[in-house]
């Protein structure tokens, strides 16, 4: 999406938000623009939430210094499937490093949503280790028991221990709550609009905010079904009769 595009996006949310997440399954770090985005979101007045999978924490630091965000969410985990085992150590080190120096005008929220695999226990327990030296907690502070609860680091700094993701799952049901379209929407780069974060093939595409106002998009049949559905504890499409994912 190049920031032209992007500052039409923030003209057609703007009255229904303060809040932008820039995410969807994309690494919103890698941008080329990224820097004009976050100016852009500040000048529609809006509070900017990152999550990244943190290898580009370091290298953009010192943009997100001068242009800071409300909050960065960093997917630890990432770390185990993509880096070699060998370099796990230097990688997760410098993302605690970078995050500190960035947690003094934006939130930090380190997240470990692996605890249901049991192959990823030494990677935990690197990650356990680094970040009780790095953030000095007392040896005895049990983090891996903490499980489902935000545990404070230090100032403006959590970490977040969570069971594997499912996005996608093999058996289906119709009852089923979701912040989609009653607490969330998102925009993919070329302008679908969909119900949710998780949708970014466009599975439940409702119109394009390229094309058509984000307001009338809202309020068509697809959409307003889907919202009265979610309202009524029912999932009416099948791709979220199947998504992994419950609001509680």
Known sequence: MSPEEFSLVLSEIRPFTDYIYL??????????????????SAEAGLKVNITTNGSLLQKQKELLLQN?????????????????????????????????????????????????????????????????DTFQLEEKHDLSAQSGRNITLAPNIWLQLAPRFEWIK??????????????????LSDGSVVPCCIDADAHLLLGNIFTGK??????????????????????????????GFRAE
């Open 214 to 243: 984000l307001t009338d998009i809202l309020q068509s049949e697809r959409a307003q079904r889907i919202k009265n559905g979610f309202e009524q504890h029912k999932a009416i499409e099948p791709y979220c009769q199947s998504c």
């Open 170 to 187: 093999n058996e289906t049901t119709q009852v089923k709550n979701c912040y989609g379209l009653r607490d969330q929407i998102a925009i």
């Open 68 to 132: 800071p965000v409300r909050q960065i969410n960093i997917s630890l985990h990432d770390a185990e499937e993509n880096i070699q085992p060998e370099k796990w150590k230097e990688f997760v080190q410098t993302m605690l490093n970078s995050a500190t120096d960035l947690s003094k005008n934006t939130y930090i929220n380190f997240r470990l949503w692996n605890q249901t695999s049991k192959s990823s226990k030494e990677f935990n327990d690197l990650c356990f280790s680094l970040i009780k």
């Open 23 to 40: 995410h969807v399954l994309g690494e919103p770090l890698l941008h080329p623009n990224i820097g004009r985005i976050l100016q852009l």
